[in-house]
């Protein structure tokens, strides 16, 4: 098995191993490249649904999706992602998934079922080397700092994707289930002990230790820092090809250049804990 790094901060593609079989030796070996490089990609997998699941539980349990969750459906589930000329593209913007929820996803496994034959690539960035390019003044500040993040902004989406009267039948219901819930805005990772912004976007509402305009301020700084292309990696989709991503020290956008060209994945994810 080959890790081949594919930027300075991180991500790494992983060649030499058929995840559609891995041996327990390889997924160790791939799970310690997820913790060293953050993200890591498999060429041309040729996995289908089943595939995809089996291998991403082999790294931990398959989430129940929130939103399928609360209509009674206990399978772990896939949330597949289509932008066309009658879905846009949404989710062009830095966040980490899930967020709105006490424990949010560990990682998320993504496969490329239809690619434009131009744009629609994806990006992350490296929370870790993030925080770490901060000062130390300014890690200080942040390391005592909590975040409120709700699904305002998630319900927003599906009724721009939806209609607002198919949401409302459900987005109560959601909203009872996952009430804000407050984070870290330095979380700590549980595996690697690095430090890392845990941003989480659209679903971050304020900081709770700061008045509104102080807290807005420093949401506009960090999001011009995380913006900067040294902490970030990119990935030229080719169908059939698997991210992996540690959700716990990364950011992601989905970029919305192919559109009104259509773009499908599939993403899945497993169990996280609380974030500290
Ligand atoms: C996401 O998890 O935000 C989707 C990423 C993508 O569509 O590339």
Known sequence: ????????????????????????????????????????????????????????????????????????????????????????????????????????????????????????????GSMTAAYDALSDRMRVFCDGLTVRHDNTSFIRGLERKMGADAVASFANKLREAYPPVEHPLVRTHPETGRKALMWGGGFMREIVQLAKDEGEALFGFLGRHIDQSIFHTRWRWRVGDLAIWDERSTVHRALGDHFPRAREVRRCVIDGDRPV
């Open 1 to 124: 098995m080959d890790v081949v790094p594919l930027g300075g901060a991180l991500g790494a593609e992983i060649r030499g191993v058929d995840v559609r079989s891995p041996k327990d030796d390889e997924v160790a070996a791939i799970r310690e490249a997820l913790l060293e490089n953050e993200v890591v990609f498999f060429r041309d997998t040729n996995l289908d649904d089943d595939g995809h699941l089996a291998f991403a539980s082999r790294f931990g349990k398959p989430s129940v999706f929130p939103l399928f969750a609360i209509q009674g459906e206990t399978a772990p589930t896939f949330q597949t992602i289509i932008d066309g000329p009658e879905s846009p593209p949404s989710a062009d913007y830095w966040h980490t998934d899930v967020t709105w929820t006490a424990e949010p996803p560990m990682a998320a496994f993504l496969r490329a079922t239809l690619v434009p034959d131009r744009g629609g690539d994806t990006m992350w």
